[in-house]
């Protein structure tokens, strides 16, 4: 049983922005409101809500240097809402959760842990932390959950997970952990609800492609690959990430530049990608509607769907077929056009749009009688949050669930041998 008024705030932060969500405690937790911080340290800061009752939207400008002071206006701001007082819990979205299976509140132990990864990712894990324990000082006695990006992956089996590095690196917890993971649980949760359990425990490939884009290969609602590996930016080219970068093109780089580690991280994560490519905007939208005029953006274009079209192919093989594929984040959801081009060339799979659907967004595109069903869906994170929230805020205490590394190193491992075509005013919807 639930309380009643009794709420869940949620919180997610990106490079550059905190997404922020209320909802009220239940079973399925329904929002009250959602909103973002976006831009933060630009100079240029915006802070935007919506209120799902009467779909009521406010935006205006704030002063938010760093995530400290974004942070601080969130809570002065929340402080004025009547729900403020009924929240029970907080939610974080914590980009790496290593080894945890699920979430998990947040003390003293599990913050020392974290910091501890913070060299895996520098640019995402610090702001989380830095988030957590400013509300702690604020509310020391609200309990904060931490819901990992990567407790989806954990259980990958053990030939996806190694990194053909020297062993002792792997006993310091170098391996692929795979992101995205609260993306693809809900989208596992949407897919069972509107196929069926037997068919969403089929071979699924779910692409999550936005700003930061990843695919997942599901086979019995499990991950068994993923294209992210040791950080985010690893995988397919995103906006402003390289994606996977031959280690000679670092090590020349590094040399030939004078470039340091931070440069590096830099140039990786927020210089390359589309926007490298394209010199213009780290923004498909944009590169489309300027790609019959400039052939960097048709480039960058190209290149993501070629990718992404690669990284079906490889999964499929890994399921051994497919029975499902589902598009989402900003531009899996909202573009048709990108949707068209990186399926065009695999019929050979199996897989075949209706344009008409495909066309109108609707939330299944595949063609009568395709043998893959192609679904668009989309993703919610801070729902999921919320609903993970729930059930570890009330649930009976239960061991925490980690699967130690080093146990499952020892497991025996098997042997294995081995467009133009459409309408311009179709490119986006969103």
Excluded at 78 to 101: A, E, S, V, Y
Excluded at 390 to 406: G, I, L, S, W
Aim: hydrophobic share 35%; aromatic share 8%.
């Amino acid at each position: 049983m639930y309380p009643q008024n009794s709420n869940i705030l949620t919180i997610n932060a990106g490079s550059s922005s905190i997404k922020f969500a209320m909802y009220e405690v239940a079973e399925n937790p329904t929002a009250k409101f959602y909103g973002y911080i976006d831009r933060i340290g630009s100079g240029n800061e915006a802070f935007t809500v919506t209120y799902v009752e009467g779909n009521e939207k406010n935006k205006s400008t704030i002063y938010a240097p760093g995530f400290y002071q974004a942070t601080i206006f969130l809570i002065e701001w929340l402080k004025n809402k009547p729900d403020f007082n009924r929240i029970k819990c907080i939610g974080h979205r914590i980009t790496n959760g290593l080894n945890h299976l699920g979430p998990k509140v947040i003390d003293t132990a599990l913050l020392a842990e974290l910091k501890e990864s913070t060299d895996y990712i520098p640019e995402r894990v610090p702001t989380e932390i830095e988030i957590v324990e400013t509300f702690k000082i604020r509310y020391p006695s609200l309990k904060q959950v931490a819901c990992f990006d990567t407790s989806f992956h954990v259980n990958l089996p053990r030939i996806a997970k190694i990194l053909p590095i020297p062993r002792r690196f792997e006993r310091a917890g170098i391996h692929r952990y795979g992101f995205h993971g609260l993306s693809f649980s809900h989208l596992m949760m949407e897919l069972k609800k509107r196929i069926g359990v037997k068919k969403a425990n089929g071979k699924v490939i779910l692409a999550h492609l936005g700003d930061g884009a990843c695919l997942a290969a599901v086979k019995e609602g499990k991950s068994i690959d993923t294209s992210m590996g040791f950080t985010p930016t690893g995988g397919l080219v995103m906006g402003s990430r390289s994606g996977d970068l031959d280690p000679g093109v670092v090590c020349y780089l590094l040399n030939k530049e004078r470039m340091g580690a931070k440069q590096m991280d830099h140039l990786t994560n927020y210089e390359s990608g589309l926007l490298g490519i394209s010199e213009t905007s780290a923004d498909m939208h944009d590169l489309l509607l300027k790609e019959d005029m400039d052939v960097r953006a048709a480039e960058a274009v190209a290149l993501f769907c070629y990718q992404v079209r690669k990284w079906i192919g490889a999964f499929t093989t890994a399921l051994g077929g497919l029975d499902v594929l589902v598009f989402s984040g900003g531009i899996g959801e909202n573009a048709p056009i990108i949707r068209s081009r990186i399926c065009q060339k695999l019929d050979f799979l199996g897989i075949e749009l209706d344009e008409d659907q495909n066309r109108k967004n609707s939330s299944q595109i595949s063609a009568v009688n395709n043998t893959v069903l192609v679904k668009v869906i989309h993703t919610d994170e801070g729902s999921i949050i919320a609903k993970s929230v729930a059930q570890e805020y009330f649930k009976d205490d239960k061991p925490d669930q980690t699967v130690p590394y080093k146990k499952r190193e020892r497991q025996k491992v098997t042997r294995a041998s081995v467009r133009r075509n459409l309408d311009k005013s179709n490119v986006w919807d969103g």
